[in-house]
């Protein structure tokens, strides 16, 4: 038999939501790499700045803790999938407050500026390419920039009714009986 009931209310074997907080998990982790080689390579640039530089140090400051918030961010979610995955009770309300954030903020909010973005960007375009036609190396750059653009967008298109439906589901009673209080 693929479900086994395993004490009140639990059942083991497939579950569609622990395949999305294994998603979550590993783009998250992937998320926490990126920051954390980007803050590295920041560093790097920050120690050989000149002392007299502090334009540019004020702009590498700012984006070096935008990389360290955005990594602490990401920690966090990797911490509370994990905590999910292995059924811990504090980690299905916060699963539940992180997926919607997400869904509202990165998908929604934040394809909503990316597609203003895109206006601006094809219009600029438009505008360059009015005044002398592209080269090829310009149109294959333009071809890839698209081709990132519709893969971004519709990866936030899609996120945002899954992370929806993974808020959704984490409340249902009999998600709800599976999850464990720590024991002392």
């Not at 007299?52 to 140090?57: R, S, W």
Request: aromatic share 10%.
């Amino acid at each position: 038999m693929l479900l086994r009931t395993r004490g009140a209310g639990r059942t083991d074997g497939f579950a569609l939501w622990r395949i999305v907080a294994w998603l979550m998990l590993l783009l998250a982790a992937y998320g926490c790499l990126q920051y954390s080689l980007h803050a590295e390579q920041l560093w790097g640039v920050l120690k050989q700045l000149p002392d007299g530089n502090t334009g540019d140090a004020a702009q590498l400051h700012k984006m070096l803790a935008w990389d360290v918030g955005y990594f602490a961010v990401a920690f966090g979610v990797v911490v509370i999938c994990a905590g999910a995955i292995l059924r811990q009770a504090w980690a299905r309300p916060a699963l539940q407050v992180v997926a919607i954030l997400l869904a509202l903020g990165w998908g929604l909010a934040g394809g909503l500026m990316l597609l203003s973005q895109w206006r601006e960007f094809s219009q600029g375009v438009m505008m360059t390419n009015a005044q002398a036609p592209l080269d090829e190396a310009s149109l294959q750059a333009l071809d890839h920039v698209r081709r990132s653009f519709l893969i971004a967008m519709a990866t936030k298109a899609a996120a945002v009714p899954v992370l929806l439906w993974l808020a959704w589901w984490l409340s249902r009673p009999q998600v709800k009986a599976g999850f464990r209080k720590l024991r002392r």
